[in-house]
T-cell receptor, first 117, second 114 residues
């Protein structure tokens, strides 16, 4: 079965420091990977995706993610964290079983990022 | 372009009742999917609609049903509500055509079942 794991419930970082939010995946075939962010009382907002090509993907708000096939990881990174980055972050993989046209995403449990001034 | 809008934003029901949640897709999108997000959990796929038909379903019982209308808006209906149905229900729209499509999510409808 396809799955995504986010091993950290919470990540704490000081403003201005680099941040990493970890994600590992388990899929058959080539993965389509996504990162979304959720602010309180808001829906999920798309940050970036990996489909194919360059292993370093750049996304919204200065975020980037590194795809590592050998480690089956897709960690989210940002060189310099902002207090406003504090939110709940979800890694997700597209469920490709059966049909490539299904919209089903399989989400991790989420990681709360806390950026302190 | 307009985003995905959901209504109502909050509602409270009692066990055994029925609820209908509504969603308007983002302009230009023809596919709608629904997710359930329990407290402290990641969203779980309920089902997807394309061309007014369900074309994918997650591990949810038949009392969860939906509709998609010609204007691509959608409804999620839940019958015989149970306490465990308390959650944030998220609607997402996209353009069908491949696994790389990005889902655009609404802000959700928070359902509390007492």
């Amino acid at each position: 079965a396809q799955s995504v794991a986010q091993p950290e419930d919470q990540v704490n970082v000081a403003e201005g420091n680099p941040l990493t939010v970890k994600c590992t995946y388990s899929v058959s075939g080539n993965p389509y990977l996504f990162w979304y962010v959720q602010y309180p009382n808001r829906g999920l907002q798309f940050l970036l995706k990996y489909i194919t090509g360059d292993n370093l993907v750049k996304g919204s708000y200065g975020f980037e993610a590194e795809f590592n096939k050998s480690q089956t990881s897709f960690h989210l990174k940002k060189p310099s964290a902002l207090v406003s980055d504090s939110a709940l972050y979800f890694c997700a993989v597209r469920d490709m079983v059966g049909s490539s046209n299904t919209g089903k995403l399989i989400f991790g449990q989420g990681t709360t990022l806390q950026v302190k001034p | 372009e307009t985003g995905v809008t959901q209504s109502p934003t909050h509602l409270i029901k009692t066990r055994g009742q029925q609820v209908t949640l509504r969603c308007s897709s983002q302009s230009g999108h023809n596919t709608v999917s629904w997710y359930q997000q329990a407290l402290g959990q990641g969203p779980q796929f309920i089902f997807q609609y394309y061309r007014e038909e369900e074309n994918g379903r997650g591990n949810f019982p038949p009392r969860f049903s939906g509709l998609q209308f010609p204007n691509y808006s959608s409804e999620l209906n839940v019958n015989a509500l149970e306490l465990d149905d308390s959650a944030l229900y998220l609607c997402a729209s996209s353009r069908l055509g491949g696994g790389a499509n990005v889902l655009t999510f609404g802000a959700g409808s928070r359902l509390t079942v007492l």
